[in-house]
């Protein structure tokens, strides 16, 4: 690099390029090896509860054989009183079936015991004996399977994991005449159904009903064809085993059988060993990015003073004048791209300012203008109608009732024609719509009623004026005028909604059809021509919507013969706001 010669702002810019290319690339790396590794564990997961699943069918298949020779055996002993038959279909099962059946009995009301095969009786106890009774007890004519325990008459050794199935057996009178039981080597049940992926080591566990071990099979990726069964001290119950899991990150999947004995089926996977393998792409990644990211850092700072100080100053400025600086100078002084470029934005600023201070002025004598137009709209229409209340009261009012409307109306008037301000608080708003809803009610003879609901913590928050009362009158002329069956009903309530004031007017008048609710929705989003019977509503829209913003306005719902509620919605202002 020759430091003499000027360096075009291309070549600046292609080497600024260069370096968030490689800064992406390198993102791009560790993503795609972050959702890889992912992927991996969801897929295992995925693959482990379905083989927990699959070892639960399995299981739940052999017991279903069990319970069939069960049957068989059970009708042999029904039907015929010959023990020679009987010891006979024994003798066929266990050969059959001697891996999984490792002895049949049966006990009849006599007391006599026949069983098979032989060397069975070694290590049938008075224990069994004894709870072949209790289960027969308890089962009527089910099938009932014994909590596991450990006994010599399994097929390995005198720690074998066995169960005992038993039934009552009935003749064609349904007569009890005898119970018939089966011992079950749980361990062949693990050892025809245990779970392998071939990618790393698997364990099965069996779990009884109370969640205490029956027995575990491991598998070996490194020797798949040599199971072994070693119960460590840490999986002896199903909640011991599920936080030793955890803690060792190792990933596991639950099945509880959907029949009596309610088993429950554990398949761990050592993943670790599969993620092993992708360390050595992980590091040698992590080595690149590393080293691409210092080369690049060095070649940055090198080139920042070169290239980067104008862009950093630029950027800064604009930074500050989109926090509404508009007075900032760009304070670049160079006689290049980069100079040319901070001249004319500070003169653009300053064109800007300019037409922002022509446009504002502009538009605030446009909304000053709308929104005295809309007031001037209103107070006739309210004036009107509140001279006629009180003409009606001279004619036919008591001089008390008179009394008070003229005080109202004082009130109304002096609240009306203040132009001091276009704001006032939610507690005069809603004096001034009682006293106004006073006098109509005194010029209906008291044909309604109504509520105003003090506003609580919202008292003092300020509000356009003027802006309630057009709505309770059209509630009251439209709504509650024309009813002639009940007693009509105004309430007024007024609410907080996060940073929004929402007031309520609801009656229960004569109400709207739907096609009139939305021709006045219609209405109230386009801003058209006021529409017959709705000028104040409208009216009311628009200065809301002047004031406050499009997200502010009117809401109405009404329904024939039921009534209409109209929402308001303000924004929260304080007094010096």
């Given at each position: 690099?020759?430091?003499?010669?000027?360096?075009?702002?291309?070549?600046?810019?292609?080497?600024?390029?260069?370096?968030?290319?490689?800064?992406?690339?390198?993102?791009?790396?560790?993503?795609?090896?972050?959702?890889?590794?992912?992927?991996?564990?969801?897929?295992?997961?995925?693959?482990?509860?379905?083989?927990?699943?699959?070892?639960?069918?399995?299981?739940?298949?052999?017991?279903?054989d069990v319970v069939l020779n069960m049957l068989e055996i059970e009708q042999t002993a029904s039907k015929d009183n010959a023990p020679d038959k009987l010891l006979e279909s024994m003798n066929t099962l266990i050969r059959i079936r001697g891996d999984l059946i490792r002895g049949v009995v049966y006990i009849d009301q006599r007391g006599s015991i026949t069983g098979y095969p032989e060397y069975f009786w070694g290590y049938f106890s008075e224990q069994e004996q004894k709870l072949i009774q209790e289960q027969s007890g308890e089962g009527g004519p089910a099938i009932v399977w014994s909590e596991p325990f450990r006994s010599g008459i399994g097929r390995l050794n005198a720690f074998s994991?066995?169960?005992?199935?038993?039934?009552?057996?009935?003749?064609?009178?349904?007569?009890?005449?005898?119970?018939?039981?089966?011992?079950?080597?749980?361990?062949?049940?693990?050892?025809?159904?245990?779970?392998?992926?071939?990618?790393?080591?698997?364990?099965?566990?069996?779990?009884?009903?109370?969640?205490?071990?029956?027995?575990?099979?491991?598998?070996?990726?490194?020797?798949?064809?040599?199971?072994?069964?070693?119960?460590?001290?840490?999986?002896?119950?199903?909640?011991?085993?599920?936080?030793?899991?955890?803690?060792?990150?190792?990933?596991?999947?639950?099945?509880?059988?959907?029949?009596?004995?309610?088993?429950?089926?554990?398949?761990?996977?050592?993943?670790?060993?599969?993620?092993?393998?992708?360390?050595?792409?992980?590091?040698?990644?992590?080595?690149?990015?590393?080293?691409?990211?210092?080369?690049?850092?060095?070649?940055?700072?090198?080139?920042?003073?070169?290239?980067?100080?104008?862009?950093?100053?630029?950027?800064?400025?604009?930074?500050?004048?989109?926090?509404?600086?508009?007075?900032?100078?760009?304070?670049?002084?160079?006689?290049?791209?980069?100079?040319?470029?901070?001249?004319?934005?500070?003169?653009?600023?300053?064109?800007?300012?300019?037409?922002?201070?022509?446009?504002?002025?502009?538009?605030?004598?446009?909304?000053?203008?709308?929104?005295?137009?809309?007031?001037?709209?209103?107070?006739?229409?309210?004036?009107?109608?509140?001279?006629?209340?009180?003409?009606?009261?001279?004619?036919?009012?008591?001089?008390?009732?008179?009394?008070?409307?003229?005080?109202?109306?004082?009130?109304?008037?002096?609240?009306?024609?203040?132009?001091?301000?276009?704001?006032?608080?939610?507690?005069?708003?809603?004096?001034?719509?009682?006293?106004?809803?006073?006098?109509?009610?005194?010029?209906?003879?008291?044909?309604?009623?109504?509520?105003?609901?003090?506003?609580?913590?919202?008292?003092?928050?300020?509000?356009?004026?003027?802006?309630?009362?057009?709505?309770?009158?059209?509630?009251?002329?439209?709504?509650?005028?024309?009813?002639?069956?009940?007693?009509?009903?105004?309430?007024?309530?007024?609410?907080?909604?996060?940073?929004?004031?929402?007031?309520?007017?609801?009656?229960?008048?004569?109400?709207?059809?739907?096609?009139?609710?939305?021709?006045?929705?219609?209405?109230?989003?386009?801003?058209?021509?006021?529409?017959?019977?709705?000028?104040?509503?409208?009216?009311?829209?628009?200065?809301?919507?002047?004031?406050?913003?499009?997200?502010?306005?009117?809401?109405?719902?009404?329904?024939?013969?039921?009534?209409?509620?109209?929402?308001?919605?303000?924004?929260?202002?304080?007094?010096?706001?």
């Amino acid at each position: 690099m020759i430091i003499g010669k000027k360096i075009s702002s291309r070549m600046k810019l292609i080497l600024l390029l260069i370096i968030p290319s490689t800064l992406l690339v390198a993102v791009v790396i560790y993503v795609a090896q972050h959702q890889t590794v992912r992927y991996l564990h969801q897929t295992q997961v995925e693959a482990l509860s379905g083989m927990s699943r699959q070892v639960a069918y399995l299981i739940e298949k052999q017991m279903d054989d069990v319970v069939l020779n069960m049957l068989e055996i059970e009708q042999t002993a029904s039907k015929d009183n010959a023990p020679d038959k009987l010891l006979e279909s024994m003798n066929t099962l266990i050969r059959i079936r001697g891996d999984l059946i490792r002895g049949v009995v049966y006990i009849d009301q006599r007391g006599s015991i026949t069983g098979y095969p032989e060397y069975f009786w070694g290590y049938f106890s008075e224990q069994e004996q004894k709870l072949i009774q209790e289960q027969s007890g308890e089962g009527g004519p089910a099938i009932v399977w014994s909590e596991p325990f450990r006994s010599g008459i399994g097929r390995l050794n005198a720690f074998s994991p066995v169960s005992i199935i038993s039934k009552n057996v009935y003749d064609e009178n349904g007569v009890s005449i005898g119970k018939l039981a089966f011992v079950v080597d749980l361990t062949y049940f693990l050892q025809g159904s245990a779970a392998f992926t071939g990618n790393y080591d698997t364990q099965t566990l069996l779990f009884d009903r109370n969640n205490q071990l029956i027995d575990t099979l491991t598998i070996s990726r490194d020797n798949p064809s040599q199971p072994t069964s070693y119960k460590d001290k840490h999986i002896q119950t199903l909640p011991e085993a599920l936080k030793y899991f955890s803690g060792n990150s190792k990933y596991y999947a639950i099945t509880i059988l959907s029949d009596q004995p309610n088993w429950k089926i554990v398949i761990v996977g050592d993943v670790q060993k599969l993620e092993q393998q992708f360390d050595p792409f992980i590091q040698l990644a992590i080595l690149v990015c590393a080293s691409g990211i210092a080369g690049l850092a060095l070649i940055y700072i090198i080139v920042s003073w070169w290239f980067t100080r104008p862009i950093l100053v630029i950027s800064r400025g604009i930074r500050t004048v989109a926090k509404g600086n508009l007075d900032y100078t760009f304070p670049i002084n160079r006689k290049d791209e980069f100079g040319e470029l901070a001249l004319e934005i500070n003169r653009m600023m300053r064109t800007i300012k300019q037409l922002i201070i022509d446009l504002t002025t502009t538009e605030e004598k446009k909304r000053q203008a709308d929104f005295q137009v809309l007031l001037s709209q209103i107070n006739p229409h309210f004036l009107y109608n509140t001279l006629n209340t009180i003409d009606i009261l001279i004619d036919f009012g008591e001089k008390s009732e008179l009394h008070q409307v003229m005080s109202g109306l004082t009130r109304l008037l002096k609240y009306g024609l203040d132009r001091s301000t276009d704001l006032r608080t939610l507690h005069e708003e809603l004096l001034n719509v009682k006293d106004y809803l006073y006098i109509l009610s005194i010029r209906y003879g008291n044909r309604f009623t109504f509520n105003v609901v003090d506003p609580g913590e919202l008292t003092n928050s300020m509000v356009l004026k003027l802006i309630l009362q057009p709505i309770v009158e059209n509630a009251v002329f439209h709504g509650l005028h024309p009813l002639a069956d009940r007693v009509g009903r105004l309430l007024v309530t007024a609410v907080a909604e996060g940073n929004d004031i929402r007031i309520v007017v609801e009656d229960n008048g004569v109400g709207m059809s739907k096609s009139k609710v939305r021709e006045l929705r219609t209405a109230f989003e386009l801003e058209g021509m006021p529409q017959e019977n709705s000028i104040g509503l409208q009216n009311v829209n628009r200065r809301i919507r002047l004031y406050y913003g499009l997200n502010y306005g009117l809401q109405i719902d009404s329904e024939e013969d039921v009534g209409t509620t109209v929402t308001v919605r303000l924004k929260i202002l304080r007094e010096k706001e």
